[in-house]
């Protein structure tokens, strides 16, 4: 049964970019159709766990048939907004800032990083992927001549709730924080902070363990 | 009540780098105890939740006392393996691998990492950190002088699986992937993709969901 998108709760949400990648994927392999169960084999979530997920937003799949791939992968890119454009600054032009900044497939599904922003005047100036590096005192300037949907920061634990800030009074509608730090902004802005450290402390459990098990056998 | 760690559930584990951050910062704050409540407030989880995944460690909190925040920040980093030191290489050297090379704080939590491996000539022979970018065609003879724990994937997606393939002959224990594909690994080999789209997928979704929120105002 089809929910309204408010009730859908976020764990299902973060699960939809990873059937999004699966079915760009299968489209790429050419593959039609797919049920449940092959899809489970793929994307290792259980067959009821896909059928529970994807019947929050409406009956893709049909009985006996399986899933349209391209209909399916069309309908989540639309759930997740992938049909819109969104412009995008990355403040901290440091490897960080620049990978994000070359990495052109987000280009490819709407989001425009207009330009970068930096303190460190080795740095501004400088031209990413065609992107102008600015300095980060023109911030303010920028955000009254463009209009900015997110700000990407980039920088050290220590300067990023300040760019955050900064980046709030644009205004910006979303952050996207890889400084390792969690970010505070009001409750209107939308705000993911990706904790690169997060899954390398997740290896290094499963490798204890692995460990503590080879020790017990 | 004390669970053996073998039987505690992958989603309370994906939360212990949450909490050990947490308190991280608790200490820096010269905090000594915090009750689950205010350590709710903090992290965003429901303090019964906290209750309930740090119960399945053994009991750490008192009632009427709350955790005291030492002692249960180091018994989740040795939970974590934390206190182990790993030695970790890094495929591709471009602006994320040189990212990942410097970020010093991986160092500082028993993360070594040994050397950076390209195939672009204009990179080898760098250095970053102190680290030098190295040949991957030199990866196997490297694996044969060294332990190797863990690999690090910075390539593009058309390269990733066979690098994987590389990693996995050295041999490496664990793999933590940032090329955009899921990659295939045996199963004594922990993997962990990360994926940065998804997360900009999900501010994606949330930007629309206000969009039609606003719309339907």
Known sequence: MKKDPRQVSMAVIRR?????????????SEVNRISSKELSELIGFTASQIRQDLNCFGG????????????????????????KEYNAVVVGAGNLGQAIA?????????FHIL????????????????L????????????????????????????AQDVADQLVRLPVRAIWNFAPVDIEVPENVVVENVHLSDSLHVISYLLHLQEEEGASD
């Open 102 to 110: 070359n990495y052109s497939h987000f280009e490819k599904e709407g």
């Open 132 to 159: 102008p590096v600015l300095d980060v005192e023109d911030l303010q300037d920028f955000g009254q001549q463009h209009t900015v949907d997110i700000g990407i920061i980039c920088t050290n634990k220590d300067g």
């Open 60 to 83: 893709f799949g049909q009985q006996g048939y399986g899933y349209d791939v391209e209909a399916l992968y069309q309908e989540i890119g639309r759930i997740l907004g992938l049909t």
């Open 115 to 130: 330009a970068l922003f930096e303190k460190n005047p080795r740095l501004i100036g400088l031209q990413i992927r065609g």
């Open 16 to 28: 939809l970019p990873k059937y999004h990648r699966q079915l760009q994927e299968l489209m790429e």
